[in-house]
């Protein structure tokens, strides 16, 4: 089981989600069967079914917790219960809000790896969110050189041995991110733009196809959620504020 350790601090009683703020939760996935049983409940019959589909006990458990948590954070920014939360799903299955309650604003995105999420919320703009667990990759130089741009493939040649697994995890979730936000899946080819992955450097999407003024209507962080591994959120414009908290242990 992987240990969960961060250093983002716990939230307020009742977080408020303005439109110049951008909220990111971590959270870890191994729960006691009691908040299972809990989160269960937040469910749909269409996510009870999935989550009964999973081989592996943990791929399951983590799936219900996954969903319920999110459910329970959207239920208290629409002050709704978890369980009436809907959801509906765009051309490459990006969830939303459905019906009445997108009429709020509240736009949402989870990722989740090696036992921990993060789930971000934004409100009348589109937001994105990866998370990867930063490991050596045998085969890291040949997938950059498959997948990153160019200019990426360059950067991360240049970076020394050491900080290559914290570089090619760097640029991977600021590139899902950017996917993510977009919802356009893997129709859009990971080469098509370029973002920052040098440790230490800013996270910064540089160019999209070509255009510094495609790349500029988006702002992209990166986030350190818990030891070892690396993330990144991305949301439209420039003029937001991030807030970030952990789910209790």
Not at 55 to 61: I, N, P, S, V
Not at 129 to 150: C, H, M, N, Y
Not at 187 to 200: A, E, H, I, N, Q
Request: net charge negative; with cysteine.
């Amino acid at each position: 089981m992987t240990s969960f350790r961060s250093t983002w601090p716990l939230p307020p009683a009742k977080p408020t989600l303005s439109e110049d703020e951008l909220h990111v939760w971590v959270a870890s996935l191994n729960r006691p069967q009691t908040q299972l049983n809990q989160f269960w409940q937040h469910l749909a019959e269409d996510e009870r079914a999935r989550a009964s589909r999973f081989y592996f006990d943990h791929d399951r458990e983590h799936y219900i917790v996954a969903r319920g948590l999110l459910r329970q954070l959207l239920g208290s920014y629409l002050n709704l219960p978890a369980q009436q939360i809907a959801f509906a799903y765009g051309e490459h299955g990006k969830p939303e809000l459905a019906a009445e309650q997108a009429q709020s604003g509240v736009r949402f995105n989870i990722s989740h790896a090696q036992g921990v999420a993060l789930l971000a919320f934004a409100r009348q703009r589109e937001v994105g969110v990866d998370i990867e667990q930063v490991r050596p990759l045998e085969d890291g130089e040949q997938i950059a050189e498959r997948v990153f741009s160019q200019n990426e493939v360059a950067v991360f040649t240049a970076v020394p041995a050491n900080q290559k697994p914290q570089a090619f995890f760097n640029c991977w979730t600021r590139k899902e991110a950017f996917i993510k936000v977009i919802g356009e899946g893997l129709s859009c080819p990971l080469d098509s733009f370029d973002v920052t992955l040098k440790p230490g450097e800013p996270a910064e999407l540089l160019q999209v196809k070509g255009s510094r003024e495609a790349a500029a209507r988006w702002k992209l962080e990166n986030l350190e959620p818990a030891a070892g591994y690396a993330g990144a959120v991305i949301a439209e414009g420039r003029e937001w504020q991030l807030r970030m908290w952990q789910w209790p242990v």
